[in-house]
């Protein structure tokens, strides 16, 4: 299983960003799908998560009201819309299945 992460980037505070996670697995659909984030000196932690159909998902606290998981199981990806940006969200996030994960992508937000 491979996962690429795309989207990141360079955001000022309260604006958006769409994150990608494209997976090169036949049987994508029935994985479960998490995001990540690992900011500067801190450890990496849950952001989102996803179930293999798509039918439930669940949000860390922090990210709640402001992002959303979700996925295209035709496409193998999943995304992670992330909206209301603030300086907290500025970390490398990183899509998992199972005991794989990608390269992780930066989204940094400042003015």
């Known amino acids: 299983v491979q996962l690429v992460e795309s989207g990141g980037g360079l955001v000022q505070p309260g604006g958006s960003l769409r994150l990608f996670c494209a997976a090169s697995v036949f049987t994508f659909s029935t994985y479960d799908m998490y995001w990540y984030r690992q900011a500067p000196g801190k450890e990496r932690v849950l952001v989102a998560f996803i179930s293999s159909g798509g039918g439930t998902r669940s949000y860390a606290a922090f990210v709640k009201g402001r992002f959303t998981i979700y996925r295209d199981n035709a496409k193998n990806t999943v995304y992670l819309q992330m909206n209301s940006l603030n300086s907290d969200d500025t970390a490398v996030y990183y899509c998992?299945?199972?005991?794989?994960w990608g390269q992780g992508t930066q989204v940094t937000v400042s003015s």
């Open positions: 998992k299945a199972a005991r794989y």
